[in-house]
């Protein structure tokens, strides 16, 4: 590994020190359409880039967390703007990790993406795709996650959650976190048997002898968090039951909430396994978000501004918020009520009002007079068409100036680019080709059934 991290460092992560790096791979799911945050996962980045406090994507947050346990064998899925990904982190070499990749056409569920990150060439290959040439993982224990979730869920609580699943003898275990009784229509929840008490973060754990998905009169309130522990050797029982994750496929099997955790529990009468498997659950009390819309995409900045989210942010850390480099600002003729985030090379005009929660990208202008309150906006991401074709970034710079003009107020607002020459609220807006800047209201979402 290029990166000659010392003896010292090593020793402080735990799956180094335990002698069991070499026996645990990451895999995390990365190629979800995110249709729910459109335009933005078609025409600048996916979902899991989505910048943290304008500058930190979400997904890299788990390539650090994973090193720092000790665990440098990380693998990702990518579908939508895959290019994007792999440009920003690479091999992995940059972290001390080495990252493979598996390329989607098409999305193939939370099992199809685990499946084939750990199993390679060995994956079942469904009509249409081209079998891996991938070696197959050779180890036993693969954490498994969602890298669109943040949360401050780091190297103790792996280590932690990894003890238990190895106590019990676990095939596959859950973080579980707790919601409002409301929000079980949204999510898959787990009834736990006589869950055993513990102290610290991770709260309770017991055996799951139910799964319930997004039912609003569930009898428990624990989501699947899409932290995982899940061991090789069930993933290549059930891979040959695997099938396209697509509506009106019989006899689905893709997901595992919908169908591998029914099997697990043998609810699922068309996939039978071989031997019973210990489907596990552990409670974590603690900072969890899915960012699965653009509100909760808000919210997130705002815990990470807050300090609730843990985020090594690049800049300047301040009492009011984060300064990046190269900032003309004159600070006794602006307005700032914390917290804020403002980026490299930006102009803050006098008689601006920033925050409260303004995420100011790099690179933005604010003339004087603008106001930016509970809004991101971003610096210049690589810019799509509708047929998946890059513009140019020189003419991008042409057409996206970055600039919010005087007097013009942004509230609740995920700004992607553009001259912002009016007043926007509760939008998300985007610069096009032809510099026209669009807008759509925030809460807008595709139509239609998902898979």
Not at 71 to 81: A, F, H, K
Not at 268 to 280: G, V
Not at 311 to 319: G, H, I, M, V, Y
Request: glycine share 10%; proline share 7%; aromatic share 8%.
């Amino acid at each position: 590994m290029p990166i000659r991290f010392s003896d010292r460092y090593w020793n402080d992560c735990w799956a180094h020190r335990r002698r069991v790096r070499d026996r645990i791979r990451c895999a995390i799911l990365a190629a979800g359409l995110g249709r729910r945050l459109e335009p933005l996962t078609v025409r600048y980045i996916p979902k899991p880039l989505f910048p943290l406090g304008g500058k930190l994507p979400m997904v890299e947050t788990w390539v650090r967390k994973m090193v720092e346990s000790g665990i440098t064998d990380l693998s990702m899925n990518l579908c939508v703007l895959k290019d994007t990904i792999k440009q920003h982190l690479g091999d992995g070499a940059k972290y001390g990790a080495t990252i493979s990749y598996v390329e989607e056409v098409v999305p193939s569920g939370t099992l199809g993406g685990v499946c084939k990150q750990v199993l390679g060439r060995r994956a079942k290959a469904l009509p249409g795709e081209r079998p891996l040439e991938t070696e197959p993982f050779a180890g036993g224990t693969v954490i498994a996650l969602s890298g669109d979730i943040v949360t401050n869920f780091g190297p103790e609580l792996l280590e932690e959650l990894y003890d238990v699943h190895k106590r019990v003898g676990a095939s596959f275990t859950l973080v579980l976190v707790p919601i409002p009784p409301e929000r079980r229509k949204d999510f898959g929840t787990a009834l736990l048997r006589d869950p055993e008490h513990r102290a610290g973060a991770l709260v309770s754990s017991g055996r799951i002898v139910d799964f319930i998905e997004k039912d609003p009169d569930s009898p428990s309130n624990l989501n699947n968090a899409s932290i995982y522990l899940v061991e090789s050797s069930l993933l290549e029982e059930i891979d040959p039951l695997r099938t396209e994750a697509k509506l009106g496929v019989e006899q689905p099997f893709y997901d595992f909430g919908k169908h591998v955790f029914p099997a697990l529990l043998g609810k699922l009468p068309y996939a039978k396994l071989a031997r019973d498997h210990l489907l596990w659950g552990v409670e974590y009390r603690g900072a969890w978000f899915d960012v699965g819309q653009k509100r909760d995409y808000l919210r997130v900045n705002e815990h990470v501004l807050d300090g609730t989210l843990h985020a090594n942010l690049p800049f300047e850390s301040l009492p009011w918020g984060y300064l990046g480099a190269d900032v003309a600002i004159d600070f006794s003729r602006v307005e700032i009520v914390p917290p804020v985030v403002i980026g490299n090379h930006c102009i803050v005009e006098p008689g601006t009002t920033l925050g409260p929660y303004a995420v100011i990208g790099d690179g933005w202008t604010i003339e004087k007079g603008a106001r930016v309150v509970r809004s991101v906006l971003w610096e210049r991401y690589p810019m799509f068409r509708d047929d998946g074709s890059r513009v140019d970034d020189n003419r991008r710079r042409l057409i996206d100036r970055h600039e919010v003009r005087e007097g013009v107020a942004v509230e609740e607002c995920i700004v992607a680019g553009g001259t912002i020459e009016r007043d926007y609220r509760a939008s998300t807006v985007e610069v096009r080709e032809d510099g026209a800047v669009v807008d759509s209201p925030i809460d807008d979402q595709p139509g239609g059934e998902r898979a």
